[in-house]
């Protein structure tokens, strides 16, 4: 079966970390470009990081410098590290693959369940 | 970064209606615009990319159409089933994309 499932998600006190992880199957994980999106009632869905399959990185402003994804191809995993975490980055976490395969083209074509982040004292 | 704004939030219709959802971007996109469907506790699922284009699986009932800064999204008769939240995103100028902030189709 084609599907993406995210784990490490969980309560994390501000200025803390958190690392998700999303694993993928029934796919071959290495030809897709990868992404986290993120989703709160307040702001919506918010596009959170990309990495390609060469293992280029994108990031929106938000969390530039904070967030890192990363890759491991040979785990068929998808990660996101979290630092430096805010009341703000509390969310419901997506990974979710490019419809485009060698050919990315930014459409999200299979998500995960998401995973909950919350940020709180 | 461009901003999307979806009209109207809440679109109060009946089974067998048409339902016509609005996508206006801040900035033209050209058609670099996607359209996705979601249910209370589950993920977006895509629907339409590059303005016009069905994805995989996707009833014929669906279509979109636009470019620029206007778009659209229409349900030609509503099943049980397509009573969600609809978001629409744009990937033509990056990073971010962005997303808009969906409407609401209910039952009325």
């Known amino acids: 079966e084609v599907q993406l499932v995210e784990s490490g998600g969980g309560l994390v006190q501000p200025g803390g970390s958190l690392r998700l992880s999303c694993a993928a199957s029934?796919?071959?994980?290495?030809?897709?470009?990868m992404h986290w999106v993120r989703q709160t009632t307040e702001k919506g869905l918010e596009w959170v990081s990309a990495?390609?399959?060469?293992?280029?990185?994108y990031y929106p402003d938000s969390v530039k410098g904070r967030f890192t994804i990363s890759r491991e191809n040979a785990k068929n995993s998808l990660y996101l590290q979290m630092n430096s975490l805010r009341a703000g980055d509390t969310a419901v976490y997506y990974c979710?693959?490019?419809?485009?395969?060698?050919?990315?083209?930014?459409?999200?074509?299979?998500w995960g369940r998401g995973t909950l982040v919350t940020v709180s004292s | 970064e461009i901003v999307l704004t979806q009209s109207p939030a809440t679109l109060s219709l009946s089974p067998g209606e048409r339902a016509t959802l609005s996508c206006r971007a801040s900035q033209s996109v050209s058609s670099y615009l996607a359209w996705y469907q979601q249910k209370p506790g589950q993920a977006p699922r895509l629907l339409i990319y590059d303005a016009s284009n069905r994805a995989t699986g996707i009833p014929a009932r669906f279509s979109g159409s636009g470019s620029g800064t206007d778009f659209t999204l229409t349900i030609s008769s509503l099943e049980p089933e397509d009573f969600a939240v609809y978001y629409c995103q744009q990937r033509a100028n990056w990073p971010p994309f962005t997303f808009g902030g969906g409407t609401k189709v209910e039952i009325k």
């Open positions: 979710a693959r490019d419809r485009g395969g060698y050919n990315p083209d930014w459409y999200f074509d299979l």
């Open positions: 029934g796919f071959t994980f290495s030809s897709y470009d």
């Open positions: 990495i390609g399959t060469a293992g280029d990185t």
